[in-house]
């Protein structure tokens, strides 16, 4: 007889660079962090004067977010919620996983790209069928520098 479903304890939300998967399932997070510098180089236009416009430059940040669940039985659907400095938020696909018993646990890696257009306070919230359950604060600081403009 199944068991009745019992939701799953969040043993791991963390956000990393990249993670490598060993042949034997271990997995190996490679830089940790809850903080980013991205040091952006433009040119200025012909003819432009002061920094560019808020908003004006994005720079694409690629991320890895590692959740592990156990201690759960039942099917479980789960996504991350980015929320800018500004208050918008953006949402990652669904990931959907299986647990069969209490002594089970899964493991979810996603691979997230989001373009970053202000340094500040951005959330990312964990979401376990419709309910959050976890938040992280991650801490970007965005470093315009003009370069000359070749003649």
């Not at 969040?10 to 399932?25: M, R, S, Y």
């Not at 430059?57 to 991350?80: D, P, R, Y």
């Amino acid at each position: 007889m199944a068991e009745a479903k019992v939701p799953p304890s969040l043993q791991a939300f963390l956000l990393c660079e990249k993670v490598d998967t060993a042949p034997d399932g271990v997995h190996s997070l490679i830089r940790v962090f809850d903080r980013t510098t991205l040091n952006i180089e433009v040119v200025r236009p012909p003819g432009a004067t002061g920094p560019p416009p808020p908003g004006a430059i994005i720079a694409e940040h690629e991320l890895s977010v590692f959740t592990k669940w156990g201690n759960g039985v039942g099917h479980f659907n789960q996504w991350v919620e980015i929320v800018n400095p500004k208050g918008e938020a953006i949402r990652t696909p669904e990931a959907l996983f299986w647990l069969p018993t209490r002594a089970a646990t899964h493991t979810t890696i996603g691979r997230i790209r989001v373009g970053i257009s202000e340094g500040g306070r951005y959330l990312l919230r964990l979401y376990l069928d419709g309910e959050q359950v976890a938040e992280i604060v991650w801490s970007v600081d965005f470093n315009v520098r003009e370069i000359p403009r070749p003649v």
